[in-house]
């Protein structure tokens, strides 16, 4: 979505270029499209979020955070762009070592989307990491009775889901 009020020739194209050379593994000169458009677009939730995912591709978890930042500050963003933000700049953050901040963005992310098995799973690295191991294993156990196709997960599905719910728990 472009940002109220921006109406300059070429965006569109451009973002779309970026992002194609993004999904063709062209990073680098992504990245670089991207920086430019996200100085001239700075409201743009849209451009931030994909100068974001450009430099996290990138491995430059650092240099995505204000742009996942940006991309969320504000609205602009599709539902699934929103979903891929959240994610996103949780993940980055577990990986820059910031569990309170990443806990704190998965979890408004599982609020949003709650049905997201990826961003539950990624809240659970990040419980783990801040010492909610507990947390962090109710939720992988819920998700796991949850989603699995697994024959012997299904068949013990109830005893898994009452013991995510109290894992201290004994007959």
């Known amino acids: 979505m472009r940002a109220e009020g921006d109406s300059s020739p070429g965006r569109d194209e451009r973002l779309a270029e970026a992002v194609g050379l993004r999904e063709r593994g062209e990073h680098e000169r992504a990245?670089?499209?991207?920086?430019?458009?996200?100085?001239?677009?700075?409201?743009?939730?849209?451009?931030?979020?994909?100068?974001?995912?450009?430099?996290?591709?990138?491995?430059?978890?650092?240099?995505?955070?204000?742009?996942?930042?940006?991309?969320?500050?504000?609205?602009?963003?599709?539902?699934?762009?929103?979903?891929?933000?959240?994610?996103?700049?949780?993940?980055?953050?577990?990986?820059?070592?910031?569990?309170?901040?990443?806990?704190?963005?998965?979890?408004?992310?599982?609020?949003?989307?709650?049905?997201?098995?990826?961003?539950r799973a990624f809240l659970a690295m990040a419980l783990h990491n801040a010492g909610g191991h507990g947390e962090a294993m109710r939720l992988l156990l819920g998700l796991l009775a949850a989603t699995s196709d697994d024959e012997g997960v299904r068949r013990y599905r109830r005893a898994i889901e009452f013991y995510a719910a109290d894992l201290d728990a004994t007959v």
């Not at 450009?54 to 500050?73: I, M, N, Q, W």
């Not at 699934?80 to 933000?85: K, Y």
């Not at 949780?90 to 910031?98: A, K, M, N």
């Open 31 to 119: 990245r670089s499209l991207l920086v430019r458009l996200a100085g001239e677009h700075p409201g743009d939730a849209e451009v931030a979020y994909q100068t974001a995912w450009a430099h996290d591709v990138l491995g430059l978890e650092a240099e995505a955070v204000p742009f996942y930042e940006r991309s969320l500050a504000g609205p602009g963003l599709s539902p699934e762009d929103r979903r891929g933000a959240l994610l996103g700049l949780g993940s980055t953050y577990r990986v820059l070592g910031r569990y309170a901040e990443a806990v704190e963005t998965l979890r408004r992310g599982v609020e949003e989307f709650p049905q997201d098995g990826a961003l």
